[in-house]
């Protein structure tokens, strides 16, 4: 069992950069792959990125390649998002969440969700 709290939401600037941070509970954080999701209104939750238990490893939506980046850092239980060149199409409520699955891409093979954190992109 984990517990995910994801923080660095707010409102910004189109062109402007947030860092999302996601803190992990207990001690078996580095057993799971990590990846960020997010919901837009009236949109199904889709995939942003995700990394490997090692952090070695990175996967990106083609609509955030190149401007997002993930990161984790396993001696603080966190995963990092970095968000660079924010569009008001990135607007939506971002969630982390782990899985023991290797199938990272695969949205139903994350077990443990985190409560989400609004991003609001003003044009």
């Known amino acids: 069992q984990v517990q995910l709290v994801e923080s660095g939401g707010g409102l910004v600037q189109a062109g402007g950069s947030l860092r999302l941070s996601c803190t992990a509970s207990?001690?078996?954080?580095?057993?799971?792959?990590m990846g960020w999701f997010r919901q837009a209104p009236g949109k199904e939750r889709e995939f942003v990125a995700t990394?490997?238990?090692?952090?070695?490893?990175?996967g990106y939506a083609d609509s955030v390649k190149g401007r997002f980046t993930i990161s984790r850092d396993n001696a603080k239980n966190t995963v990092y998002l970095q968000m660079n060149s924010l569009k008001p199409e990135d607007t939506a409520v971002y969630y982390c969440?782990?899985?023991?699955?290797?199938?990272?891409?695969?949205?139903?093979?994350?077990?443990?969700w985190g409560q989400g954190t609004q991003v609001t992109v003003s044009s």
């Open positions: 969440a782990a899985t023991n699955s290797w199938d990272v891409l695969n949205i139903a093979q994350y077990d443990y």
């Open positions: 207990g001690r078996t954080f580095t057993t799971y792959g």
């Open positions: 990394i490997s238990r090692s952090g070695g490893s990175t």
